[in-house]
């Protein structure tokens, strides 16, 4: 069974730091063009960084850019959102996601967040100002 469990979602303080956690079950990461996303409440769920494993190219929302990085181990078969520097608007439901079609694709992956098969459950990270 294709499954993505997150954890490290919490409440912090503007300025800190969290890493959101994604461990992949029932396929490897390494294959798989990956992604996070963000739904602030009322908002439409919007692309926050995503990885191509095909050539190691990354992409990230200019709202993140220099704040947040996404790496994976591929020993552990899970990916990671270091998110520094943190905002109020940061504020939202993060979710994981994965999809072997945009291995070599991630702005695509990104853009289109409706076009990705497997994703996590969400966790949720409030900024306090």
């Known amino acids: 069974e294709v499954q993505l469990v997150e954890s490290g979602g919490g409440l912090v303080q503007a300025g800190g730091s969290l890493r959101l956690s994604c461990v992949a079950a029932?396929?490897?990461?390494?294959?798989?063009?990956i992604g996070w996303f963000s739904q602030a409440t009322g908002k439409e769920r919007e692309g926050v960084s995503c990885?191509?494993?095909?050539?190691?190219?990354?992409n990230y929302a200019d709202t993140v850019k220099g704040r947040f990085t996404i790496s994976t181990d591929n020993v552990k078969n899970t990916m990671y959102l270091q998110m520094n520097s943190l905002k109020p608007e940061d504020t939202g439901v993060y979710y994981c996601?994965?999809?072997?079609?945009?291995?070599?694709?991630?702005?695509?992956?990104?853009?289109?967040?409706?076009?990705?098969?497997?994703w996590g459950q969400g966790a949720r990270v409030t900024v306090s100002s």
């Open positions: 996601a994965a999809d072997a079609e945009y291995a070599s694709t991630p702005r695509t992956a990104c853009g289109y967040p409706e076009y990705l098969d497997h």
């Open positions: 990885f191509g494993p095909t050539d190691g190219s990354t």
């Open positions: 029932g396929f490897s990461l390494d294959d798989y063009g």
